[in-house]
């Protein structure tokens, strides 16, 4: 009976063994078996440093391109002052030119449209060349003002300054001894102790010099009520311009 037992045992239980159809592998111990090298762990170990320089290149290009739009996408036409202009001067269209900037709106300009409106305005202060020309620095009213007089000064070259006049520049109108004037018994004028009269004048306009004389006519403005007496001393030539400080004292 036992040996039976074992027989219907040995059947029913059989030993573990190769699945059918799978032929087994060779023999000897699995660590001899060559190993795969890890080549996806090592890619996978560089992808960071791809990752942060593609990162750094799309940061860099877009700066770049706001660089870019803010250096020529917001740049403003605006008028520029190509020549030195006094003030009082008309302004031609030879005194400006335009200028693409990058302009601050708290900064007030005159656009690059309103150029020709400038045209046969005057300077209300020196313009220099280069700088940019604000609304407030042209003016359409002229420097004979309400309440005065246009009187033209001819003087020859050594009754002026050596410096050239300008328009809208402060000068003294001053009567000068008349040589032809009688004398008392010592030689000396009847007017000789007495102060020159004076008058405060503003240059509107300077003429060209007469050829071979080098005598120039100069417009200026008075008050209404000094202007006929300002041409009568005109006439005689006896007088002479000189500058004044720019408050006019």
Do not use: C, F, W
Request: aromatic fraction near 0%.
């Amino acid at each position: 009976m036992l040996q039976e037992d074992q027989i219907v045992s040995q059947t029913t239980n059989p030993l573990p063994g190769p699945a059918a159809g799978h032929l087994p592998g060779p023999a000897g111990p699995p660590s001899q078996q060559p190993a795969a090298a890890p080549r996806l762990l090592r890619q996978r170990r560089r992808r960071p440093g791809l990752i942060a320089l593609s990162a750094a290149l799309i940061a860099a290009g877009g700066l770049s391109g706001a660089v870019l739009y803010a250096s020529s996408g917001h740049r403003t036409s605006v008028v520029v002052v190509a020549r030195d202009v006094p003030i009082g001067a008309q302004i031609t269209a030879a005194d400006l030119t335009e200028a693409q900037i990058a302009l601050d709106p708290a900064v007030k300009a005159v656009k690059g449209a309103g150029e020709k409106k400038l045209i046969g305005q005057r300077a209300a202060v020196d313009l220099k060349a280069g700088s940019l020309l604000a609304p407030s620095q042209v003016t359409r009213k002229t420097l004979v003002g309400p309440g005065e007089q246009l009187v033209g000064v001819s003087v020859k070259p050594n009754q002026l300054p050596a410096t050239p006049l300008v328009p809208g520049q402060k000068v003294l109108v001053v009567s000068t001894p008349d040589p032809n004037a009688a004398s008392d018994s010592g030689g000396k004028s009847a007017s000789d102790d007495a102060p020159p009269q004076t008058l405060t004048a503003t240059v509107v306009k300077v003429g060209t010099p007469q050829t071979g004389t080098g005598t120039v006519t100069v417009d200026v403005a008075v008050p209404s009520g000094d202007g006929p007496a300002l041409a009568s001393r005109v006439a005689t030539g006896d007088v002479a311009l000189i500058v004044a400080s720019r408050d006019g004292n």
